[in-house]
């Protein structure tokens, strides 16, 4: 029965050292988690920030194409900023090519 003693006091002794370990080990993790959440966090706002400015960019340049009425630029404005692609792609088309791109875009989604 002696010899049965030492091992439970070892054992909680283990215990008591791995749970120590185990916290660490869990604050670590809770730290780099939140390290990578916050990156996120700034990429989010960032790219947030930049889309806001491509769409009122996108809003800007539809409006200032005298051809274009009211309802159309609402409609394309749509249908462009509907895809990111679409708003990078319009972006970097020569300003004479705008209106050929709106004109195509309204006709392929059924608005004209």
């Known amino acids: 029965m002696d010899q049965c003693k030492p091992k439970q006091v070892e054992k909680k002794r ?3 050292t791995d749970s120590v ?3 660490e080990m869990l604050g670590r993790m809770q730290d780099d988690t ?3 959440l916050d990156k996120l966090t700034k990429r989010i706002g960032f790219e947030f920030e930049a889309s806001s400015k491509a769409r ?3 809003v800007d ?3 200032a194409i005298p051809e274009l009425t009211l309802v159309q630029q609402i409609d394309v404005a749509e249908i462009i900023l509907a895809k990111v692609e679409r708003v990078e792609h319009f972006m970097r088309l020569p300003e004479g090519s705008r209106l050929t791109y709106v004109s195509r875009a309204l006709e392929k989604h059924g608005h004209i």
């Open 14 to 16: 283990k215990a008591a």
């Open 21 to 23: 370990g185990l916290i």
């Open 34 to 36: 939140n390290e990578r």
């Open 56 to 58: 009122k960019e996108v």
């Open 61 to 63: 340049i539809l409006s």
